[in-house]
């Protein structure tokens, strides 16, 4: 059964930290570009971030750039996003999608796979 599982979604204070885990199973992520979507309640799914199937490459959105890094190790079979200076505005359930082709793309439309989604809630 191919599954994306996503992990490490918390309540955290404005300017605190928190890393995202996308793990694989039934399948290596090695062939796969990988990204970040979030998703805020009344709103529509948003692309954050994404790394291509080397690693090589890496999207941000404007509103996370400097502030978030997305990284993979296909050892691990598992992808990261390390989020820092969180604001409120970060509140969302964040997703992570496999898109079978090395290549980035911020459509949802193009990926492949989904995982359940982890809730980030950033407020003091």
């Known amino acids: 059964q191919l599954q994306l599982v996503e992990s490490g979604g918390a309540l955290v204070q404005p300017g605190g930290s928190l890393r995202l885990s996308c793990a694989a199973s039934?399948?290596?992520?090695?062939?796969?570009?990988i990204g970040w979507f979030r998703q805020a309640p009344g709103k529509e799914r948003e692309g954050v971030s994404c790394?291509?199937?080397?690693?090589?490459?890496?999207n941000y959105a404007d509103s996370v750039t400097g502030r978030f890094t997305i990284s993979r190790d296909n050892a691990k079979n598992t992808v990261y996003l390390q989020m820092n200076s969180l604001k409120p505005e970060d509140t969302a359930v964040y997703y992570c999608?496999?898109?079978?082709?090395?290549?980035?793309?911020?459509?949802?439309?193009?990926?492949?796979?989904w995982g359940q989604g982890t809730q980030v809630t950033v407020s003091s």
């Open positions: 039934g399948f290596t992520l090695d062939y796969y570009a």
């Open positions: 999608a496999a898109r079978g082709n090395y290549i980035c793309s911020g459509y949802v439309e193009e990926y492949d796979y």
């Open positions: 790394i291509r199937s080397s690693g090589g490459s890496t």
